[in-house]
């Protein structure tokens, strides 16, 4: 069965700081990981990471991808009240992409 | 482009009862979704499809079937509504091949929170 395990699962810190999240998996013929921020609606996405050691990066936020270990982190530096959202990892596997989403990392940022 | 639309975006239900919740997409993606969220489960797969005529279960089926006639629509129908099934549904769509620059990224609707008394 896939199992996605993401860590911590709910974090506070203030604003200005620097955040890591970690998400590692199990999956059957894994084939892309991807990274979403969800707040009060639909989750919206950050990052497709494919490649191990290769870092994504959009603005503050950076990801990377280790597929020898089956783990990825996203980091977030400066940290803004905006950033305040659950994060979710969701590797894709099978033929066709099935998505197994983690249950989440809940990040609270306080001015 | 639309996206992604759900139809309803609430709904309260009686035990037993049945309904059908909606779901379209105007990117002409050959994958679908269906997952449900509840407070504490991040979100599960409860059926996918990766073309018309072709779906597959997830995570959690029980209760729920779909169809996939077109494209564009990716219907959930709701058999016979238990408290259980109390909820958010949220629709996804994405290609399902990478090719051409095309990612894997999937389009969420807005949801549906469905109320099962």
């Known amino acids: 069965e896939d199992k996605v395990v993401q860590s911590p699962l709910s974090l506070v810190v203030h604003e200005g700081d620097t955040v890591t999240l970690n998400c590692s998996y199990e999956?059957?013929?894994?084939?892309?990981l991807l990274w979403y921020k969800q707040e009060k609606k639909a989750p919206t996405f950050l990052f497709m990471l494919?490649?191990?050691?290769i870092e994504k990066k959009s603005g503050r936020l950076s990801s990377i991808l280790d597929k020898k270990e089956l783990f990825s982190i996203l980091n977030i530096t400066a940290t803004q009240t905006g950033d305040s959202a659950i994060y979710l990892c969701?590797?894709?596997?099978?033929?066709?992409?099935?998505?197994?989403f983690g249950t989440g990392t809940k990040l609270q940022v306080i001015p | 482009n639309a996206g992604v639309t759900q139809t309803p975006k609430f709904q309260v239900l009686k035990t037993g009862q049945s309904m059908t919740l909606q779901c379209a997409q105007d990117?002409?993606?050959?994958?679908m979704s269906w997952y449900r969220q509840d407070p504490g489960m991040g979100l599960r797969l409860i059926h996918y499809?990766?073309?018309?005529?072709?779906?597959d279960q997830g995570e959690v089926p029980n209760g729920y079937n779909v169809s996939r006639s077109t494209t564009e629509d990716f219907p959930l129908r709701l058999l016979s509504a238990a408290p259980s099934q109390t909820s958010v549904y949220f629709c996804?769509?994405?290609?399902?091949?990478?090719?051409?620059?095309?990612?894997?990224?999937?389009?969420f609707g807005p949801g549906t929170r469905l109320t099962v008394t």
């Open positions: 996804a769509s994405s290609y399902s091949r990478l090719a051409g620059g095309k990612s894997y990224e999937q389009y």
């Open positions: 999956v059957t013929n894994f084939r892309s």
């Open positions: 494919t490649s191990s050691g």
């Open positions: 969701a590797p894709l596997s099978g033929g066709y992409q099935k998505v197994t």
């Open positions: 990117m002409n993606h050959e994958y």
């Open positions: 499809s990766v073309g018309a005529g072709i779906t």
